[in-house]
């Protein structure tokens, strides 16, 4: 570099680049929380969900899933579970696991009973409400 | 320093020790040394999930893959941390020229911040995660089950106050002492890292937000504060090994991380194409994205640069090929694997892929794991009484650098196959296979990243082994 390229120009750059930046990412964040409502209007946010969202997080399903592409890679996306499997598919499974097949990847027994599965379903079928812009590209995630 | 100042100190280091300038620096061995134990851990938990890739049933019901995950990336970021404490507390005193503000506070410090993470990890191994989180005040604020945030609520009060404790103690060592762009630059990281850590406090029900928010602790740590924290340390090794003019190195400094605020902000973008946000980030992420290999690059650039440029030989050649190392691996992770699903219309296919973990495991291993170890190996020496180790200890320190590197590239390369082969089965295929049925197909690449796991733990156990090896010291 330059001589005539100063610390201090290059510091200048760093403060004013910086605050500037952060500065249109907030106008862009607020710009984005008043438009998720309706970028979301399909999907229904319900008191079951929410209690789903909270069964969700306790029990570290992302440990494991993706949820929308976000979680760990070990086992099948579930943001849109719902749609390719349906609410009774996912209740039947959680009940008959762990598979116990030799070798297979094995998914621990919650032990959820069927009101925290329905609150379980109701968040699966909210998170496939989400308006992803058509992510996932086919329906196995 | 007054008589219980000294008495606070570890006993070893109660003598003198006339390679570090500053008595109260001899804090942060203790920090290295928790670092590299936590270390060790994390890579064993890595062994276990990558066998359990392809050997499903490992160890269940004992410890589920999920479980196993939580400690494997906890125990990363614990062990970075206490990398980053440990660096800040020898090079602000350093920097500054004056002692740190309270070498006590910062024992204490430790002991605290090393307990409480001990006993997170008990917890997960001990409890069902649902018990931990009913135990520990999930239900008065539920910030569990989020990736990188699992820790119970006291645990995230616990990492707070560990952080004010540190950032309290360097702060008031940094305001009555030289003001360096080093060590301000670092000072800013560690702040901005406290800061947007107080977002793991934000989880709103609606996902979308969540996720958003989730978000300004993940990216902006590792693709934002962090990089300032990294290049401070890179620089700091950079003047004491190279010897080149500080006003060069810092002008360097102050360009690359303006380079990582300025496409890094707006570069968070590229986590919002999918999970229920506007359109326009689509275009906003990929192109300011786009660009955030650009610090990463300059990162190399410098360090070779000033390495070419060195107006001394510096005995410590070990802690000279981490620093390049770094350079190296941290745009080849960051920058370079980053770049290939970044860009939306790519991201589409990629999104949630194994692609992800490839770039995860070069990058963190390339850009934090590697400053810290390059931060460890120019101090440890000095905190042990020596200019550098001995010729023995340096040549296998380098060995451990060569094969914990390589085994790197090979788990990286192992994860990219694997999801060439996930995303053209399961995404770009006419008649998609399901996950279940796609992973079959990966087996084979999941076994060659168990086995590049396997060549990392022996270049791991060769590097701690180097801390124990004598010989002729070099003049």
């Keep these: 570099m330059s001589a005539s390229f100063t610390k201090s120009t290059a510091r200048n750059i760093f403060y004013g680049g910086s605050v500037f930046f952060f500065l249109i990412f907030l106008g862009l964040t607020v710009d984005t929380t008043m438009a998720v409502p309706s970028h979301n209007a399909k999907a229904q946010l319900t008191d079951a969900a ?52 030799p070798g297979r ?26 308006n992803t812009n058509n992510w996932p590209p086919n329906i196995e995630g | ?15 003198v020790n006339d390679q570090i300038k500053y008595r109260s620096q001899a804090v942060a061995k203790p920090y290295f040394v928790a670092a590299i134990g936590l270390f060790i851990g994390q890579i064993l ?25 939580m400690v494997h ?19 602000i005193p350093e920097e500054c020229e004056r002692e740190l503000y309270s070498p006590k506070l910062a024992i204490i410090t430790f ?104 978000w300004w602790v993940v990216h902006l740590w590792v693709e934002g504060v962090w990089e300032l924290i990294m290049g401070a340390m890179l620089a700091f090794v950079l003047v004491k090994v190279t010897g080149v003019d500080r006003e060069i190195i810092e002008k360097w ?57 060195r107006r001394r030989e510096h005995p410590n050649q070990a802690a000279t090929l981490w620093a390049l190392g770094t350079g190296v691996m941290s745009f080849l992770g960051a920058g370079v694997w980053g770049f290939l699903g970044t860009l939306s219309v790519v991201n589409y296919y990629t999104h949630g892929t194994q692609l992800t973990a490839a770039h995860g495991h070069m990058a963190f291993y390339g850009a934090y794991a590697m400053v810290v170890l390059t931060m460890i190996s120019y101090t440890m020496p000095l905190l042990r009484g020596r200019e550098a180790n001995s010729a023995a200890a340096q040549k296998l320190e380098k060995t451990a650098f060569w094969v914990m590197t390589l085994a790197i590239v090979g788990i990286t390369l192992s994860l990219t196959a694997a999801a060439v082969t996930q995303v053209s089965l399961q995404r770009l295929s006419a008649s998609p296979l399901p996950f279940m049925e796609t992973q079959q197909h990966i087996m084979p690449m999941y076994w060659a990243r168990f ?7 022996t270049g791991l156990m060769m590097y701690v082994t180097s801390f124990f090896v004598t010989g002729k010291r070099e003049s």
């Excluded at chain 1, 929308?68 to 749609?83: D, Q, R, S, T």
């Excluded at chain 2, 320093?1 to 003598?15: F, I, Q, R, Y």
């Excluded at chain 2, 938990?45 to 893959?65: R, S």
Aim: hydrophobic share 50%; with cysteine; charged share 10%.
């Design chain 1, 50 to 101: 929410v209690r789903g969202k909270k069964i969700w997080e306790t029990r570290n399903c992302a440990g494991c899933h993706t949820l929308i592409g976000e979680g760990a890679f070990f086992a099948p996306e579930l943001g849109n579970v719902y749609v390719r499997r349906g609410p009774e598919f996912i209740k039947g499974w959680m009940k008959a696991m762990p598979t116990n097949v």
């Design chain 2, 253 to 309: 400094l102050y360009l690359i991380i303006a380079m990582t605020l300025i496409t890094g902000i707006i570069g968070t973008g590229h986590h919002y194409f999918w999970i229920g946000t506007p359109g326009y980030w689509q275009l906003l992420g990929s192109v300011f994205s786009a660009l955030e290999p650009v610090p990463f690059f300059m990162m190399t650039v410098f360090a070779f640069n000033m390495v070419k440029r």
């Design chain 2, 451 to 457: 086995g590049f796991g396997l060549c990392f733990f």
């Design chain 2, 73 to 91: 990336t906890n125990l990363l970021i614990v062990w970075l941390l206490f990398g980053f404490m440990g660096a800040g507390y020898f090079l």
């Design chain 1, 105 to 130: 990847r094995q998914m621990p027994q919650f032990n959820l009973n069927d009101a925290q599965l329905d609150d379980l379903v109701a968040f699966l079928k909210y998170s496939s409400q989400i």
């Design chain 2, 111 to 214: 002991w605290v911040f090393l307990v409480a993470g001990a006993l997170t990890i008990v917890g997960y191994l001990g409890l069902p995660y649902n018990v931990l989180a009913h135990l520990t005040g999930n239900d008065l604020l539920p910030t569990m089950g989020r990736g990188y945030l699992e820790q119970p609520l006291i645990t995230k009060v616990g990492i707070v106050l560990v952080a004010l404790s540190f950032l309290f103690n360097l702060s008031m060592t940094l305001l009555s002492g030289r003001k360096t762009s080093i060590s301000i630059v670092m000072m800013l990281g560690l702040w901005g890292l406290a800061i947007f850590f107080l977002f793991s406090f934000v989880n709103p029900n609606n996902l979308v937000l969540d996720k958003y928010f989730w």
């Design chain 2, 45 to 69: 938990f890595g062994l276990i999930i990558g066998l359990q890739y392809f050997k499903g049933d490992f160890l269940f019901p004992a410890i589920p893959f999920g479980t196993a995950r």
């Design chain 2, 1 to 15: 320093m007054s008589n219980a100042t000294v008495a606070a100190l570890p006993a070893s280091k109660a003598t």
